[in-house]
């Protein structure tokens, strides 16, 4: 019965690893942003000496930031796209 109660309690650990990812070194959620070194970290690493004076920000925020920015860009590039086909069309109707 032991056993089994181990076995289940390792295979909990796993499936939450597995869903969230952990910190190599403490094996922590990585629940924050380092913006400085763009990375996840987690909470013991953001008291750690490598962190303590990095601007950080909860891991959600920092998504929702990238997320905005790509947004933007894949706008952008639709943009051009639009108008390098209008181009090309202009062209051949030219060259024919």
Do not use: W, Y
Not at 14 to 26: G, I, M, P, S
Not at 65 to 91: C, S
Request: aromatic letters at 2%; glycine letters at 2%; a positive charge.
């Amino acid at each position: 019965a032991k056993i089994i109660e181990i076995a289940k309690r390792l295979s909990l650990r796993a499936a939450r690893a597995a869903r969230e990812k952990l910190c190599e070194k403490h094996q922590e959620a990585l629940k924050l942003f380092c913006e400085e070194d763009q990375a996840p970290i987690c909470l013991v690493c953001r008291e750690s000496q490598a962190h303590r004076v990095h601007a950080v920000v909860p891991i959600e925020e920092a998504a929702e930031e990238i997320k905005e920015k790509f947004q933007a860009h894949v706008r952008m590039l639709k943009d051009r796209r639009e108008k390098l086909l209008g181009l090309k069309v202009a062209e051949e109707g030219k060259s024919l």
